[in-house]
Every structure is written in C-alpha cells, then in structure tokens.
C-alpha cells in the first residue's frame, strides 16, 4: 500500500490530485471493511481469484496490492467508442 500511495503521488498533478486521493482512500476503505465484514465471502471468492492468495478476502486483507498498467488502445463499449492511445512523436 506504501508504494501505491508513494506511485499516485508522482502520478498526480493540480489536475488529478483529487481523483488519485479518492482512490487511495477507497481501496483502503475497502480493505478495512474486508477486516470487519461477517458475512457471506464464497461468491466473492469465485468472482474475484487473485493469484497467490487463497480468496479474495486473504488478498484484501493483507499489505499487497497489485498494479496494472495499462499502455495501449481500448475499446468503450458502453459508447461503441475505440479509443487509441496517444501517439506522442518527440525529438531526439
């Protein structure tokens, strides 16, 4: 969790600063419900497999996180929308 608080620091600008705090703070909210909730966790565990944890609820309760990053072009089905990548021609 460190290092993703330390990587959206260095991420983030006067733009986007609000967005990455947000998100930092939900993803630790969600692992401390994970701590607290006592209800059913199989239907999570089957949606959601993480590798190199038994369930989903031991990922979320431990100190890791994992991140992807994505560099590519996407599809947006929700808008029927392909979305490239920026193509960024520098100087050399």
């Known amino acids: 969790m460190g290092e993703l608080r330390e990587l959206?620091?260095?991420m983030s600008n006067d733009e986007n600063r609000e967005s990455y705090e947000e998100l930092y703070k939900y993803l630790k909210d969600i692992r401390f419900y994970a701590r607290t909730f006592q209800g059913d966790w199989i239907q999570r565990?089957?949606?959601?497999?993480m590798d190199g944890f038994t369930s989903f609820r031991a990922y979320l309760l431990s100190e890791f996180v994992e991140v992807l990053?994505?560099?590519?072009?996407?599809?947006?089905?929700?808008?029927?929308?392909f979305q490239k990548?920026?193509?960024?021609?520098?100087?050399?």
């Open 8 to 10: 959206l620091q260095r």
């Open 45 to 49: 565990d089957h949606l959601y497999a």
């Open 69 to 81: 990053t994505f560099y590519g072009d996407w599809y947006d089905y929700m808008n029927d929308e």
């Open 85 to 92: 990548k920026p193509r960024h021609h520098g100087h050399r």
